[in-house]
Nanobody, 116 residues
């Protein structure tokens, strides 16, 4: 089983930056991909970025391309989401997600608020 703990959310002004972290523990060798989702109030959860475990291939939602970067640090079993040039529409709860052959695991979520 895999457990995920996110951190790094908060309040930031438009144009600012935040870096989210997601620390994985447990059966981390079973993880195929790590992903960041977000869910704004009253909206559906959407995929923001993903990174493949073996190849580190990344992909992004069109709305964040060029502004967000997903990366991982294998020694710490941690995935990051660097968010730059933040906009008010980026305000949401951000969730870390791990995909294995048998399950999809979610973190508890961390709030990101972009407001002046």
């Amino acid at each position: 089983q895999v457990q995920l703990v996110e951190s790094g959310g908060g309040l930031v002004q438009p144009g600012g930056s935040l870096k989210l972290s997601c620390a994985a523990s447990g059966s981390v060798s079973s993880i195929l991909a790590m992903r960041w989702y977000r869910q704004a109030q009253g909206e559906q959860r959407e995929l923001v970025a993903s990174i493949a475990a073996r190849t580190s291939t990344t992909s992004y939602a069109n709305s964040v391309k060029g502004r967000f970067t997903i990366s991982r640090e294998n020694a710490k079993n941690t995935v990051y989401l660097q968010m730059n040039s933040l906009k008010p529409e980026d305000t949401a709860v951000y969730y870390c997600n791990a995909l294995t052959l048998t399950a999809t695991i979610w973190g508890q979520g961390t709030q990101v608020t972009v407001s002046s």
